[in-house]
Structures are given as C-alpha cells and as structure tokens.
C-alpha cells in the first residue's frame, strides 16, 4: 500500500538548502576521518622511528647473584630474545616491550640451580637479571656406578636429588658423591631427579653416621638390582664396601655397625688391618658381615 506523502514533506525532503546542508556534513565526516587518519599514520611512524632509536632500545644486560653460573650463559639466553622483531618491524630490544616473561622463563628453563629470578629494566638501555642459586648439596656423577670413580664429571645436585648444574672437579670428598640412580637412557643430566627426596636424604644421614664411624666415605652407590653401596676410602689407597638392600631401615642399619664396631675383637682387627678391609655386608635383618683381604 502506497503512503501518502505530504506536499510539506515532500517539499522539505526536495529542498536545495537541505541536500547542500546534507553534502556539508558528508564532506565534514569525510574530513575528520582522513584527519584521524593522517594523525594515526603520524603516531604509528613517529613510534616506529622512535623503536628503532639506540636511545629507546636495550643494549647492555647486567646479571648479579650468581656464585656458580657464569655472566656469560646468563647473557647469551637473554640475547636470544632481544634479537629479530615483531611483525617485522618493532624490535625485540625496545625499553618498553621488551619479552620479559619469556627471558625469564627461558632462563629458568636452561639453568636448573636457579632458585628465584628477577627481570627488569634498570633504564632504557640497561635490561638487569637478578638472581639466586640452590645451595648444592651433593654431587651427581655420571661414571660407571661399579668403579665410582671420582675423577669422572659430576654435577651438582639440591636438597631433594635434582640436578641443578655442572660442578668443577673436586679433590678428595668435599661433597657427598652418588653414582646411579633413575636418569632416563640418553637424557641430558641437568634438570633430572635420579633418586626419591626421602631416599636421599636417609642416604645422606646414613652416610654421616659412617662418618662418625670414622671412615671416608668416597661414593654413594645406587645399584640397579635393588642392592645399594657406600665406598670407603681405606688405608694404603683402597676402597671397601658397605652393601645394604635398597629399601633398608638405613638407621638400623647403622645401629647394628655400631654395635659391632663396639665388640673389642673386631675393633682390635680393625684398627691393625683396615687398610684391607674389603666389605661390611649388612644385606641380612640384624648382622654384620664383614671381610679383610686374604680370609676365606
């Protein structure tokens, strides 16, 4: 149904004045559109000349708290996230947006002895790296379990049996060292947990009472057929064994050597010959076996 229009209407719909107010404000609207344009051009290629000014980027990281990891490794894993750009265009480098999360995650990943990490911007071209280590506790080494030997290369390990880094090489026993233990075939040491928190930290008190003993402990041997080893380092340059089960009582363990060493007759042997000492043998509920070289 066709409306009707009014001759009003339609007179006011046809005016000239209003079709020029009409055109008016389109060629206003088109005006300010472009004006917002052009202005966001100008901002968009002010900011990237400003991305790419040294003044505005990061060229000089500075890292503190480390006793053990090297400045340089530090350095090289935040570099890695400074260099390219985004989309082509703004650097990585920039004061202000700069990858902060993945800097630290990416360092947190690659350096397992971190303990806790501050990243921040200590200027516009200064980026900072705060951090704290783990405190090694004992030493993980990568030798033949059997042999445990103490010249092979070890890493360091925190208080619940993780590997946390590579350790220099140490003369004598100025750390716990463990040889053994769950670390996957072919999976790189650092990071990995070879033994149970629990496990560890009995060992490492079972070792001290060994201590108290007085015998040097050399190695801690985690076996693979369910039967563990602690080295001694004996007189004259030799080793003994103290072999015990995987999942003993290590605090009945130790009573029962220390009732034995108590006995005159065998600490009397013992002091004479222990430099041929070849093995406690404590694999059996509440007895000590042991063994001096050339007894049957």
């Known amino acids: 149904m066709k409306r009707d229009v009014s001759p009003l209407k ?44 040294p003044r505005f980027q990061i060229h000089t990281v500075v890292v503190s708290g480390n006793q053990v990891l090297d400045d340089d490794d530090l350095m090289a894993k935040a570099e ?10 703004i650097p990585h480098r920039v004061s202000f947006l700069y990858p902060k999360d993945k800097i630290k995650a990416s360092i947190l990943a690659a350096f397992p002895r971190i303990h806790s990490i501050s ?14 280590e783990v405190r090694g506790t004992a030493l993980w080494c990568s030798g033949d379990p059997v042999i445990a030997d103490i010249t092979t290369p070890c890493y360091f390990t925190d208080e619940a049996a993780k590997i946390i880094s590579h350790a220099p090489n140490y003369s ?19 990071g990995q947990t070879f033994l149970d928190e629990k496990t560890f930290q009995t060992l490492l008190a079972f070792q001290e009472r060994m201590i108290g003993f007085g015998f040097n402990v050399r190695a801690i041997v985690i076996g693979e057929s ?33 009732a034995a060493l108590e006995k005159e007759e065998f600490s009397q042997a013992l002091a004479k010959n222990k430099g041929s000492l070849e093995y406690f043998d404590l694999r059996f509920p509440n007895k000590v076996y042991y063994k001096f070289a050339g007894e049957n």
């Not at 009409?22 to 400003?50: D, N, P």
């Not at 890695?80 to 265009?89: Q, R």
């Not at 911007?121 to 790296?129: A, P």
């Not at 602690?230 to 363990?253: E, K, N, W």
Request: net charge positive; hydrophobic share 45%; charged share 25%.
């Open 80 to 89: 890695e996230y400074l260099v390219g750009n985004y989309a082509y265009i």
């Open 226 to 258: 369910g039967e563990d080893a602690l080295v001694l380092d004996v007189d004259g340059g030799s080793t003994a064994r103290v072999r015990f089960l995987h999942d003993a009582v290590y605090q009945t363990l130790a009573d029962n050597l220390a």
């Open 119 to 132: 990243v921040y911007r200590e200027n516009l071209t200064t980026l900072r790296i705060d951090i704290s």
């Open 172 to 190: 004598g026993n100025v750390y716990p060292r463990f040889f053994g233990g769950h670390i996957p075939s072919g999976a790189a040491p650092l």
């Open 10 to 53: 339609r007179h006011i719909e046809e005016s000239p004045k209003l079709r020029a107010l009409r055109e008016k404000r389109r060629t206003l609207r088109r005006r300010m559109w472009g004006l917002v344009l052009a202005l966001f051009l100008v901002v968009i290629s002010g900011a990237i000349y400003a991305a790419h000014r």
